[in-house]
């Protein structure tokens, strides 16, 4: 939530402003909708700058019955302008789709509407410098409408690793990371803060023709919602060029889980891994039996992109699998 909370000054000509509200547009609201609203509004001052923006959401919180917006914004605010009050409908599943309304804001306007567990709205981002979204807004409550139970959504299938022969990791990755000393700084330095940067991952050819094929005009990309967790686009497996599949099935591989093994010391293979106090790294034959398991996707991030965080549960073979062991990222900065 990017937005800025204004503190009033003006206490007595807010009360004011409440007391309205109480006065006056709460018996009106009651008779419009036939809700029986309590004798009680929330009421907060908010200030939208460029750039700020307010995330798909849907007002819900016990008590919530109508979320009102009152603008205080400059009178010649356009649409250009952003910051609109944009509506969504929603799926099957009750989830936020689509925006079918956006309402632009206008100077000396109310704007209200009913809270449900299905009032999926945003406040668009601002584009303008030289103006300031300036808004009163809060609710008015009663009493509490009967919730569906929380949709679970599907998880993406976890994968037993790809087999494939150790020397491929020599055809993709830098030398630097496959020597047994650097992989055991790299390892003491990630159990130490549990997060690491490798630059320079990839072998410089390889990376830029990554680069390259990702840059062509190919539509393989697909948006993935729903719009209250995140906005982003996933590329489509099946139009990927063959480099770029190529990468892919390493990156999902037994090789690669077993560097990252060494590189983390997380146990991410089905491979026994012996760190002895030398710090050096040895891979036993057997099987430890332990499920290794593994997902991974090609995102692009654009302006208005983003991801929110959620709890959420794992799949493996329609069955719920343990936590994630480790969340791996590689950056491709094409133009």
Not at 49 to 70: F, K, M, P, Q, S
Not at 140 to 150: A, D, I, M, W
Not at 250 to 270: D, K, M, R
Request: with cysteine; hydrophobic share 35%; proline share 7%.
């Amino acid at each position: 939530m990017l937005h800025k909370v204004l503190v009033i000054g003006y206490q007595n000509a807010f009360q004011n402003y409440k007391d309205l509200l109480i006065s006056d547009v709460l018996p009106w609201l009651r008779e419009l909708t036939g809700i029986d609203l309590y004798e009680t509004v929330d009421a907060t001052c908010a200030k939208y700058d460029y750039t700020d923006v307010l995330l798909c959401h849907d007002d819900e919180l016990e008590g919530r019955r109508i979320a009102y917006i009152y603008y205080l914004v400059d009178p010649s605010w356009e649409k250009k302008d952003g910051g609109t009050l944009d509506l969504f409908n929603t799926d099957e599943f009750g989830q936020p789709h689509q925006i079918v309304h956006s309402i632009v804001p206008l100077w000396n306007s109310f704007v209200f509407f009913e809270v449900t567990p299905i009032s999926f709205h945003q406040v668009s981002e601002v584009l303008t410098a030289s103006k300031t979204r300036l808004t009163i807004s809060g609710w008015f409550h009663g009493p509490s409408l009967p919730r569906p139970s929380p949709y679970k959504e599907v998880m993406p299938l976890m994968y037993h690793p790809l087999d494939k022969p150790l020397e491929v990791l020599a055809e993709w990755v830098s030398p630097v990371y496959l020597d047994v000393g650097t992989q055991s700084q790299i390892r003491e330095q990630f159990e130490s803060e549990s997060q690491i940067e490798l630059p320079d991952f990839l072998i410089e050819d390889k990376y830029k023709l990554l680069c390259n094929d990702l840059n062509k005009k190919v539509n393989i990309w697909e948006r993935r919602g729903p719009p209250n967790k995140r906005n982003i686009e996933v590329a489509q497996p099946d139009k990927l060029l063959p480099l770029p599949t190529e990468c892919h099935s390493l990156f999902l591989s037994e090789p690669f889980c077993l560097l990252l093994s060494h590189l983390t010391g997380l146990q991410l293979t089905s491979h026994t891994l012996n760190l002895n106090p030398n710090d050096d790294v040895s891979i036993m034959p057997e099987s430890n039996n332990t499920p290794c398991n593994c997902h991974g996707d090609w995102y692009r991030w654009q302006h208005g992109g983003y991801t929110l965080m959620s709890d959420s549960t794992s799949t493996v073979n329609g069955e719920n699998a343990e936590e994630f062991s480790l969340d791996a990222k590689l950056f491709f900065n094409t133009e």
